[in-house]
């Protein structure tokens, strides 16, 4: 997400912070390549002006000369101030005194209305409301199909007439029915045209004022740059519009949208879409994008992502089996499974503080597939197998490599993939029993960092191989097998 914009704002700050002290002058070198970058990520002319002149002000000021870490400082005053620009602080969905809730989602064909719809109604399917999507769209093909698809993936009911009746009348129906119901939410999924045009805009004002949104939500494509904004613009000039869903954040977009919008508008940015997945929706959090941006990480998104994905029974039977290093096939592939649920891995590890600075993860693209193919090599083995694959001698692997559609190569990897994680397991234990939690923590650190983790498990793995010879830096190209495969050379 943001990766260009990310890697040259932290290449243009990472030079003030290796310096004891900083002159007026190399406050201004750094400024000028901060202006560089945003420019390149697209941001509006005139909002890139203001901000680098905001931080050049504060970082010349006496309290960044007098600090002990003057760099530190100016890295400090850069994410304050890129998180006033996309809004300060994150904007929560307006509820209705008396059910339901009435959402409107408007925006151009192509910016992902219907799927932000049904994440939407996903979203609040979560926090315990029972919404009810109505597709009003009657003018794409398949675009009331495309709801219903979506409504039965997430158990979500969509009210449709056809595309016979006018969008007025169906959103009002749409409320009846809701009441009906006993639905406490109503997100109507509105119809789009490829440019902003009058039928449009006359369309939109006639559903709004027929059935007064408590949230009029305008749903634009992040990949479009400046485009994005200048729909916003024309989108909150004819419209009550209250906030954005900024979609496809997770793409090769360079993020001009999502640092102008607001800036320019004054509408917030309510949520983002970072990922083609129906969970892929986000409540945007200015203070954590920020973060994300200048390679601090974002621990409270991967802690809520965390909480809503990982199954707390099974975490807590896990822990037990960790105490007593009784960790088979079975729960390898329950953790692959919870690793799964929290998102893209690539993705992941790049929530983690400091993870862009690790050899490698700049370029890192995880193939899913394999998650695919080990939950099949595990499945083909027996109760026993799983259960001790000690016993897994060269027939059983052929057996297994045939039952599963892979080759016997692969079946040896995810065994040593298993082999590491158990290792890892038994020395996490180990750590507990000796030396208690304060113990555990210092033996932890002195692993030197991921790298001492065992290779993440063999989850390394999972990464596409750079061609032989050619050190890509990738963190497979580190790691316990790779160790062992040079003793085996010098023997």
Known sequence: MLEGLSNNLQKALSKLKSKGKLTESDVQEAMREVRLA???????????????DKVRERAIGQDVQKSLTPGQQ???????????????????????????????????????????????ALSFVKHQHRPLMVAADIYRP????????????????????GTDVDPVTIATSGIEEARKQG????IIDTAGRLHVDAPLMEELARIHQAVPADELLLVIDAMTGQDAVH????????????????????????GGAALTVRAVTGRPIKFVGLGEKIEALEVFHPDRLASRILGMGDVLSLIERAQES?????????????RTSQFTLDDFREQLLQVRKLGPLDQVLKMLPGAGKLKGLENLQIDEKRFVRIDAIISSMTTKERADPSVMNASRRRRVAAGSGVTVRDVNQ??????????????????????????????????????????????????????????????????????RNKKKKKR
């Open 38 to 52: 945003l420019l390149a990520a697209d941001v509006n002319v005139r909002i890139v002006k203001q901000f680098v």
């Open 74 to 120: 100016v890295v400090k005053i850069v994410h304050e101030e890129l998180t006033e620009l996309m809004g300060g602080s994150e904007e929560r969905l307006r509820m209705a005194a008396k059910p339901p809730t009435v959402v409107m989602l408007v925006g151009l064909q192509g910016a992902g209305k219907t799927t932000a719809a049904a994440k939407l």
């Open 142 to 161: 398949a675009a009331i199909h495309q709801l219903e698809v979506l409504g039965g993936q997430i158990n979500v009911p969509v009210f449709q007439m």
């Open 183 to 186: 639905a406490d939410v109503v």
């Open 231 to 254: 729909v916003a613009e024309s989108f909150s000039q004819a419209l009550p519009v209250t906030g954005v869903i900024l979609t496809k954040l997770d793409g090769d977009t360079r």
């Open 310 to 322: 990982v199954d707390l029974e099974k975490a807590r039977e896990m822990e037990q089996k960790l």
């Open 414 to 483: 995810v065994l040593n993939q298993f082999e590491q994680m158990q290792q890892m397991m038994k020395r996490f234990s180990g750590f507990g029993k000796k030396m208690g939690k304060r113990g555990a923590m210092k033996a932890l650190k002195g692993l030197g960092g991921m790298g001492g983790l065992g290779d993440l498990g063999g989850l390394s793995d999972l990464v596409p191989q750079a061609p032989e010879g050619n050190d890509a830096g990738s963190p497979s190209s580190s790691g316990p097998r790779t160790h």
